[in-house]
Structure formats: C-alpha cells, structure tokens
C-alpha cells in the first residue's frame, strides 16, 4: 500500500499528472445544433458550445471533425491550437489529438478528448457524442 501511496504522489506532485478536464461534461449523446455551416471555413477551427459543452468544430474539404474543446490536461481551448493534418495540437504543453475520434497522439496530457459525430442539417451543423458516456457512468 506505500508502494501505491508512493507512485501516485510521484504521478500527482512529481509528473503533473492531473484530472481529466473533460470528464464532468463530456457531451450529450443525442443530436444538437452546434453552428451555421456557413460559418466553418475551411481550416478554421471554431469554438462553439453544444448543450454547455465546448467543442472544437472544423471543416477540413467535404468533412467536419469535432472534439471536446477543453484539453483533457490542464484545460486549455483546443481551438487556438495548431491544426495539422487530422489531428489538433495544443497550444499550452503540445498534447495532440486526432480530430476523427480524440485519440491521444502525444502528451503530457494521458487521456484522449471526447469526440463527436458532425451532420449538416438545412444549414445547420448538429453534433453528438462518439463513444456514449454508459448509463452507469
Ligand atoms: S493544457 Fe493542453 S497540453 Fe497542457
């Protein structure tokens, strides 16, 4: 029981290893309207708030990617990041996250951004959650 004392004081106070910054409001599981398509250009990240939720929205060509905005580090905008390829780099510490599906690319931060399904409604962009937060979570 020390040992485990020992490591997750190292982990917390040594490494930085923190809270997830995602986790208390990872998203809604069901449709909602997030932005104007007009709005999203092409490679221009934009921060929106989908049922109090921030989300990094882009278009990239014909798709649009959507992941929780707050990095699940210490909390920065995603969307001020840099944007490579599929994936989104953030500006704070480095983390990388792909765009498809929030998959940790590269740390410090150790958990990947949740991440949504995009469909173009009318004009209107919706999201919802990939990946359902289970009903006993
Ligand atoms: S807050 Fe994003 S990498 Fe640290």
Known sequence: M?????????????????VDQTIYDAGSDDWQPAI?????????????????TPVLVVRRGEEIFAVHDRCSHRGCSL???KLEGD???CACHGSRFSLRDGALRRGPATAPQPAF??????ETVELR?????????
């Open 117 to 122: 399904e995009a469909r173009v409604r009318g």
């Open 2 to 18: 020390g040992a485990g004392a020992y490591l997750g004081g190292h982990l917390s106070y040594a490494r930085g290893v923190g």
């Open 87 to 89: 994936e989104i780099e």
């Open 36 to 52: 104007s398509a007009a709005q999203l250009a092409d490679g221009v990240p934009e921060r929106v708030i989908v049922d109090e």
């Open 129 to 137: 959650r990939l990946n359902p937060v289970p009903a006993s979570a």
């Open 79 to 81: 969307s001020v990041g």
